[in-house]
């Protein structure tokens, strides 16, 4: 597989809530080979590290890529600025490890936060037999639930204030769907101490599950080794990087830092 | 591709003089998504030690106006599994392959030495100026008698072309570099990166894990630019110049100051295809100026 670094075109921008943009570009190259999972390095103007997004949802007959990404710093503010019509510099798609889909029938797809959008895609595989849960801190900064319900999933709201949806973590959640029914997988995508708590109770249910991890990335490719995360692998501590062992990684392979 | 690009660097032929620099490319096999590994001058590897280590804990990288700050520390899988599974396809890439080398004690970086000594590696670029790493690296680099002594031990070590990588985080570079002819060395490449820190004001926390680091891009470029000048102009050796080059105005910038060679970094990560277009650039600006090969601008400078 090769790496596609190019200028595309932005077919729409939207604004789903405060300061979460949603992008579809046009790269029927990238497109055609990217994976649930994968990642797009974007350049924002200005900057000398690109910034790493999840793709959110891949249409390969368009040839087209969703990334949803919320603004969190002066380059992500850079990149908000980018507008339809216009064009978007990537390198994609990045990411050794996508999600592994293929062996499982029915899955509970978990997303915290700004980590729901690489969940839309695994959600697309299993539609009907997949449950979502989502959580965000207030209604206001809820996104995707009615692309979720396209997919067929049952979909499961959660905010931390009770504003939409339940009140409540993610992790209660998925505790509660459990008591009725065992899924062959759990996938989840958030803020290390709900992928921790989610980890546990998967471990606990006896669940094979996988997490998409984040971290400061250099070169998105697995050359600059800056992106390290603690796992174990062959019985050994070992530091994995993010872009070029994941961002997907099975659950038991992964320290938690407390 | 024209041979006008071409140059004989510490008597090893180079088809060109840009060189992607240790820690930014790994052993080449991620940007070779991008092009072929052929149209490199050379490629300085990752920093090689004794036996594998982890390197140090995340975060391990900072953004800083126009550059960033990096404490990867030297993660890497050791000398022998180099060796064995990445010099052998490097091999077959056709492109000089530059060994980089990095030590916590003299011994170890003997025993590198004598290990590579053995194999096909084109070159040996010993690091003295790792500022991630607590033992050595720096430590050797940051004086004269220490940086004489590591060039002492890995020149009676092998017979492979070895470059000694400069600090700049020292008083004065030229001294060092001069130091390192004495005791042997082919040519010397500079700089390293400035040992740097961010602070996150919200948390009080260093962004680094390491609380200090390497900064490196274009904001070390003016700094780099004036130690290769200086260096060039203190030792006989040539000079592979780097810090900072992302564009070939950088390069040739570089060249007129002094360096022969140069390596490419940080612009690797804003820009994959970096070494690409300046060797585009380079043509392209040998033949608008009509010169037989680059090399007639090295050291070209008009000092006031």
Request: charged fraction near 20%.
């Amino acid at each position: 597989m090769k790496y596609k670094q190019g200028n595309y075109l932005i077919l729409s921008k939207k604004t789903l809530a405060k300061e979460i943009y949603d992008l579809t570009i046009l790269c029927p190259e990238v497109a055609e080979v990217a994976k649930a999972g994968q990642f797009v390095n974007v350049k924002a103007d200005g900057f000398m590290l690109r910034r790493p997004i999840s793709i959110c949802s891949i249409d390969k007959e368009k040839g087209t890529l969703r990334i949803i990404f919320e603004v969190r710093g002066e380059g992500t503010k850079v990149m908000s600025q980018l507008a339809e019509g216009g064009m978007i510099d990537i390198v994609a798609p990045l990411g050794g490890r996508a999600f592994k889909l293929d062996q499982y029938d029915t899955a509970v797809i978990i997303g915290g936060g700004i980590g729901n959008p690489p969940m839309l895609e695994v959600a697309k595989k299993f539609g009907e037999k997949g449950t979502v849960i989502s959580g965000f801190r207030n209604a206001a900064a809820v996104i995707l639930q009615e692309d979720f319900s396209a997919t067929g999933a049952e979909t499961i709201l959660c905010t931390d204030d009770g504003s939409a949806g339940k009140k409540g973590f993610v992790t209660d959640a998925l505790k509660e769907v459990l008591q009725t029914k065992k899924p062959d997988v759990i996938y989840a995508c958030g803020p290390n101490v709900m992928l921790r708590r989610i980890v546990e109770i998967a471990k606990e249910n006896d669940i094979p599950c996988q997490v998409s991890l984040e971290e400061r990335m250099g070169c998105g490719v697995g050359a600059c080794l800056v992106c390290a995360c603690r796992t174990i692998r062959n019985g050994e501590e070992y530091y994995a990087h993010v872009c070029k062992d994941g961002p997907v990684f099975n659950a038991q392979e992964v320290i938690f830092d407390d | 591709m024209t041979d006008k690009l071409a140059v004989k660097f510490a008597g090893v032929d180079f088809k060109n003089p840009l060189i992607p620099a240790s820690g930014a490319f790994g052993y080449g096999r991620e940007f070779e998504h991008f092009y072929p590994l052929s149209t490199l001058g050379g490629i300085s590897v990752k920093g090689t030690t004794g036996t594998k280590r982890n390197g140090n804990l995340p975060p391990r990288i900072a953004e800083t106006p126009s550059g960033m700050l990096n404490s990867v520390g030297l993660q890497n899988p050791g000398i022998d599994h180099f060796i064995k599974i990445e010099l052998p396809n490097l091999k077959t890439k056709d492109t000089v392959i530059v060994a980089n080398i990095a030590g916590s004690t003299a011994d170890e970086y003997r025993e590198i030495a004598e290990k590579l000594d053995k194999t096909d590696v084109d070159m040996i670029e010993v690091n003295i100026s790792c500022p991630n790493v607590k033992a050595g690296g720096a430590a050797f680099g940051v004086t004269c008698e220490g940086a004489s002594q590591i060039t002492k031990i890995v020149r009676a070590a092998t017979s492979k072309p070895v470059v000694m990588k400069l600090s700049p985080n020292v008083t004065n570079i030229a001294e060092i570099a001069k130091a390192v002819e004495a005791e042997g060395a082919d040519a010397v490449s500079l700089i390293n990166t400035l040992l740097g820190m961010r602070i996150d004001i919200k948390t009080r926390r260093p962004i680094l894990h390491n609380n200090v680091g390497g900064l490196s891009g274009p904001a070390v470029f003016p700094v780099a630019v004036r130690m290769v000048w200086q260096v060039a102009n203190a030792v006989k050796i040539p000079v592979c110049g780097m810090g900072g080059i992302s564009t070939w105005q950088d390069a040739v910038e570089m060249m007129m100051a002094g360096a022969s060679t140069f390596q490419i970094g940080a612009a690797l990560f804003a820009d994959p295809m970096t070494p690409v277009k300046i060797i585009e650039g380079l043509e392209k600006y040998v033949q608008d100026n009509k010169l037989n090969n680059l090399q007639e601008i090295v050291g070209t400078v008009k000092p006031w």
